[in-house]
């Protein structure tokens, strides 16, 4: 889950390096009917505003038909709120399984008309109950560049281990946890002085960022037209 905390506005001005040949153009225009997006969110859900931005903003071709959220009072139901977003809360503690609630969650996605499924923040492990539902249409965001540190606290392990970059990763959900074939990633230099509150958030402007045009890139590769079809700026 990531962190609120506030940081030094400078301190989130570190240069970045995003995939460079999976940035789309803004050359052209986009003419496709848009995305409808189904954002799971189990924490602040900026990257669940983040994404609805860019859809406010007309750069990524897409609506998000439902926020679904496992936890009561997380902030991403208030943004949701805030923005006119239909949202559902299937709280994990009240189902006795994990395919349980996934039959639920992939139920209230389908009856919402969803077709791509967006992991923003979801910190619950899903079964092969929803990916079935959504085969190769769910995508997660993870905090390291994958496959180096997968799984809870990416952002303690990379700054225990010593190395000098991490950043972000859009990925495939696989049933393996952060294991589904990479779209998109940016990294973010590890700083002498970092801790985990400011390496997060540095991460997080990060994620922010490539999240959009990494959906618009997947729904183009799928459906076998250009990125600028679903996203219409650069990163």
């Known amino acids: ?3 609120d905390s506030a940081v030094p506005a400078s301190s989130l001005n570190t240069p970045s390096l995003v995939s460079p040949i999976l940035i789309p153009s803004a050359s052209t225009p986009p003419t496709a009917t848009p995305l409808k997006l189904g954002v799971m969110a189990s924490g602040s859900g900026s990257n669940f505003e983040a994404i609805a931005q860019a859809i406010a ?3 990524l071709q897409a609506q998000i038909q439902v926020l679904i ?3 009561p009072g997380a902030k ?6 805030r923005s006119g977003i239909p949202a559902v ?3 994990h503690r009240t189902f006795a399984t994990r395919e349980d ?7 209230t996605l389908k009856q919402h008309g969803v077709e791509w499924v967006i992991m923003a923040g ?3 492990r899903v079964t092969q109950v929803l990916i079935d539902a959504f085969p190769d249409q769910m995508l997660n965001i993870h905090p390291s560049l994958l496959p180096s540190f997968p799984g809870i606290r990416a952002v303690e392990q990379a700054l225990s281990a010593g190395v000098k970059l991490t950043g972000c990763t859009v990925h495939y959900v696989h049933l393996e946890v952060d294991s589904g074939p990479i779209i998109m990633q940016a990294a973010v230099p590890i700083l ?7 390496l997060q958030a540095r991460i997080q402007v990060q994620e922010h960022r490539i999240f959009p045009p990494a959906i618009a890139l997947a729904a183009a590769q799928k459906a076998g037209v250009a990125p600028t079809t679903f996203f219409n700026a650069a990163v």
Do not use: G
Not at 76 to 81: D, G, N, S, T
Not at 192 to 198: F, G, I, L, Q, V
């Open 1 to 3: 889950m990531t962190s």
């Open 89 to 91: 809360l299937l709280d």
């Open 101 to 107: 609630l996934d039959r639920q969650i992939a139920h």
């Open 76 to 81: 991403a139901l208030e943004r949701a709120e």
């Open 122 to 124: 979801w910190m619950r």
């Open 57 to 59: 903003d007309q750069t």
């Open 69 to 71: 959220c496992n936890n």
């Open 192 to 198: 002498a002085e970092d801790t985990p509150t400011t």
